[in-house]
Nanobody, 115 residues
Framework: QVQVVESGGGLVEVGGSLRLSCAGA????????IGWYRQAPGSQRELVAR???????FYADSVKDRFTISRDNAKNTVYLQMNSLKPEDTAVYYC?????????WGQGTQVTVSS
C-alpha cells in the first residue's frame, strides 16, 4: 500500500523551530517532485515549499529565508526545517507527490505556534 506519512509537528513558541518529515512507504519519493502544503482553519490549502527530484527548490514568499526543504533519498524522506516560527505558521502541514488535486497525500501534521 502506498503511503506518505508526515511527522514532526507540535506546539512551539514564537521564534522556535521544528523539523517536519515526510516518509514514503511503498513509494520511492526520490523520483517525485515533493511539495509541502499547509492549511490553517478557515483558509485554503497553500503551497509552502517544493523540491524536485534533482533538488531544485521553491518557497512561498511567506516562508522564504525561514524554511528549508531537503531530501534524504537513502531514507526515502523529505524534510521541512522551519525556523523563526510565527503565529501565522500555525496550520496542518501536508506533504504530497503531486499538486493540490493530484498525487499521494499524507494525513497531515499539526503545527501550532504560540505567542
Amino acid at each position: 500500500q502506498v503511503q506518505v506519512v508526515e511527522s514532526g509537528g507540535g506546539l512551539v513558541e514564537v521564534g522556535g523551530s521544528l523539523r517536519l518529515s515526510c516518509a514514503g512507504a511503498g513509494i520511492t519519493l526520490s523520483i517525485y517532485r515533493i511539495g509541502w502544503y499547509r492549511q490553517a482553519p478557515g483558509s485554503q490549502r497553500e503551497l509552502v515549499a517544493r523540491i524536485t527530484s534533482s533538488g531544485s527548490t521553491f518557497y512561498a514568499d511567506s516562508v522564504k529565508d525561514r524554511f528549508t526543504i531537503s531530501r534524504d533519498n537513502a531514507k526515502n524522506t523529505v524534510y521541512l526545517q522551519m525556523n523563526s516560527l510565527k503565529p501565522e505558521d500555525t496550520a496542518v502541514y501536508y506533504c504530497t507527490t503531486g499538486g493540490l488535486n493530484s498525487g499521494y497525500w499524507g494525513q497531515g501534521t499539526q503545527v501550532t505556534v504560540s505567542s
